[in-house]
Structure formats: C-alpha cells, structure tokens
C-alpha cells in the first residue's frame, strides 16, 4: 500500500531485513474497500441468502466461522477492517465488524440512498466504505472524479488555500507536485480554532484543485490512490437551511463558520505560493 500523504505520517523510518517500516498517524485507507451501493446490495443480498439457510456471521475460538463462500464474500469487503483496523485499535474487535456486516444486511443498507442520497446528484455512481471511528463503524465516500463533476460540473477547481504542515511536510508536497504524482491533502481558508497537532507548525499557502470543499471538517482520511475519503456523518451543518458539503466553492465554504473550528477543502496541490510561521 502506498503511504503518499504527508499528513498521516509520523517521520520515522527505519530498515529492518531490508524492509521500511512507517509510523503513521492513521493508516491510508485501500481504494478497493470501497464500493458503489450495487456493489453493496450484492454483497447485503447475499448475507441474506446465507442467513435463510441458517448460516449468520460469526466469530469464534480466534476464527470466523461459516461456509467458505460465505467466509470469502466477507474478507473480499471487509478485509483491510478485519486484517488492518482490527489489530490497531485496542477498542475494535473482530465481532464489531460482524455485529456490522449483520446490521448492515438487515437494516442499514436499506435506508442508506434515503439517508444520505440528497446530497449528491446521483448517490449510486459513488463509492462507499466502512472504517472504525470513534467506537464504531462509520460510512466514508470516496472523494473520486465522479464525485467532483457531480457537485461541481468540472474536476478543474482552482483555488488559494492553506495547511497546516511540518518543514518536511512542505517538502514532501513540492516534491510531489514537481514529480507529476501529487496527492490531495486537506486544506481550508477559515480557522475560528488551532489547529490541534502541535507538531505542524508551518502553514502552507499553495494553489490547490478543489476535489471537495465543505463548511466544517469533515473527518477524512488518505487513500492509497492519491486521493481522500471524508466521513459520512459529518455531511451535516448546524441549523435547517444548509449542510455541510459546499457546492459553490467563490461563495459558499468562506463565511460564519457555526461550529467554531475550522472549513475543509479536499484539493491537490498545484503551486506552493508560501510558507508561514504558524
């Protein structure tokens, strides 16, 4: 898996038996643990199948158990949560991702398109996945091409913004933008809080492609495509007459900020323009 983006890091690598192993602060996340709700509704259906023959999910002595094909159909979307995710958090267990994928099969996939479907455009051509967060399992979209041209009509989005980033950090991005293989971090334009890692005490100004831009942070993790996924749940906004995702990037993502903290641009990097001592 590639670890490219800067802002999951932690800057210490070592060799070990001719191998480099990277500290990160959250793991970038496989573009193949997401899935369109078609996708999905095959793998939901099929759970289904198996429960009408007696077959349900279930962990036990340190193994899943179940028919094969049932087993692989499990490990096939939930494989990164179950080998990656599991082990790293102290608080998530292997039966947290099957009291999930039950919940999931049952209920949850089925009012998903009605929850979160006025959102986009078309909800059935994105991607969706299912990463530990907070205690629980929480739904992320991919923030791909076809998210950007559904909300903004063009994956072209200039705009200025800032991030908040490390000496090294500056590096890494300018090193990555005069190779040709930048990656998306996120960025903003307004912050009412500072930001919270003390170690980032560079902010970086640059010229950035917009992929997504929303009035409040939206919990986003790195994907190992170069781009970002962005949490499900924080789509909302204080108060009844917007939500979060901004669809109007000149007009919409730079005013009162109602939840005190900071916006949050998905963008690639294009231009350094300057650095500034936070």
């Not at 007696?54 to 080998?83: A, C, W």
């Not at 995702?245 to 000149?250: A, P, Q, S, V």
Request: proline fraction near 3%; aromatic fraction near 16%; hydrophobic fraction near 35%.
């Amino acid at each position: 898996m590639k670890l490219l983006l800067e802002n999951w890091r932690e800057y210490l690598n070592e060799e070990e038996e001719g191998k480099i192993k990277i500290y990160v602060h959250g793991y970038v996340k496989p573009a193949s643990a997401f899935y369109t709700l078609e996708e999905w509704e095959v793998f939901v259906n099929k759970i289904l199948q198996f429960q009408k023959g007696g077959h349900y999910v279930s962990y036990s002595h340190g193994e899943l158990t179940g028919p094969q094909e049932m087993l692989n159909l499990i490990r096939k979307y939930y494989e990164f949560q179950l080998d990656v995710d599991v082990p790293r958090y102290k608080l998530f267990t292997n039966k947290n991702v099957l009291d999930h994928i039950e919940d999931f099969a049952n209920h949850r996939f089925w009012a998903f398109e009605k929850q979160y479907g006025s959102f986009f455009n078309d909800i059935k051509k994105l991607r969706f996945a299912f990463f530990y967060s907070r205690g629980d399992m929480e739904p992320y979209v991919l923030i791909d091409d076809e998210f950007t041209e559904q909300v903004y009509g063009s994956t072209n989005n200039p705009k200025v913004l800032y991030h908040y980033t490390t000496d090294d950090g500056v590096e890494r991005i300018q090193n990555a933008i005069d190779s040709g293989n930048p990656f998306d971090i996120s960025s903003y334009t307004v912050a009412k809080r500072p930001f919270f890692r003390k170690g980032s005490n560079k902010i970086l100004k640059f010229e950035g492609n917009v992929r997504a831009g929303f009035r409040s942070d939206v919990k986003s993790y790195a994907v190992d495509n170069n781009r970002k996924c962005v949490n499900l749940y924080r789509l909302g906004y204080p108060g009844k007459d917007k939500d979060n995702l901004c669809t109007d990037l000149d007009n919409d993502c730079n005013g009162e900020l109602r939840t005190s903290l900071w916006n949050e641009f998905i963008a690639t990097p294009v231009k350094v323009l300057g650095v500034i001592e936070k």
